[in-house]
């Protein structure tokens, strides 16, 4: 029963352009949605977070837009920039409901902006 | 970046055999945390500490055991290891129970 899906394990984009990395839950109790990056051999980064109350936060190049209604939400990097090649990942955070302090991950999703 | 540290970083052993990973953190947080993460699963979180001797489990914890006996130091054990525990492990540590956590380099075991 996979709560945080990323159904696309895989995109390439060119450098300069957007980036955008899909996500769809289940559970409508999770009370903050967030993306980590991960190098090669490196453990995973936070990269931004959404409470479930907002629909959109920034921070530099990195957007994340949340749909509740449809439960989704997505992460748009702009430009893209060779740099930002890491795989990664959606997760949810709940405060109750049986998710309580867990970090609930997707499955990933490896990103390749080429030069 | 955070002041963890994971070893061993590889292993490989046979099947049956008990192995104990180790987290340590140079940071004092409170809140540490073991995941594992496979492909097509993502990190899911095998066990985490609130505090010295303080633990609780995580979604994947049968099968495993942890033991905190000083604020820096984390251990994961496989008591009878199986095909099955064959991942990356990657502990992380937060200052309080947040979805915010700073992660160790990751081991990588390999169960025969």
């Known amino acids: 029963d996979q709560q945080v899906k990323q159904n696309s394990p895989s995109l390439s984009v060119q450098e300069g352009r957007i980036s955008i990395l899909n996500c769809d839950y289940t559970?409508?109790?999770?009370?903050?949605f967030l993306w980590y990056k991960k190098y090669p051999a490196e453990g995973p980064t936070f990269l931004i977070s959404?409470?479930?109350?907002?629909d959109k936060n920034e921070d530099g190049r990195f957007t994340v837009f949340l749909n509740k209604s449809a439960k989704h939400l997505s992460l748009h990097i702009v430009p893209s920039q060779p740099g930002d090649s890491a795989v990664y990942f959606c997760a949810a955070w709940g405060e109750g409901s049986g998710n309580t302090g867990k970090l609930i991950f997707g499955q990933g999703t490896t990103l390749q902006v080429k030069p | 970046d955070a002041g963890i540290t994971q070893s061993p970083r590889h292993k490989v052993t046979e099947t049956g055999t008990p192995v104990t990973l180790r987290c340590h953190q140079t940071?004092?947080?409170?809140?540490m945390y073991w995941y594992r993460q496979d492909p097509g699963h993502g990190l899911r979180l095998i066990h985490y500490s609130y505090g010295v001797k303080d633990t609780d489990k995580g979604e994947v914890s049968d099968g495993y055991s942890v033991s905190r006996s000083k604020t820096e130091d984390f251990l994961l054990t496989l008591e009878s290891a199986t095909s099955s525990q064959t991942s990356v492990y990657f502990c992380a540590i937060s200052p309080r129970f947040s979805y915010e956590q700073y992660f160790g380099p990751g081991t990588r075991l390999t169960v025969t």
């Open positions: 940071e004092n947080h409170r809140y």
């Open positions: 959404i409470s479930s109350i907002k």
């Open positions: 559970n409508s109790m999770f009370d903050y």
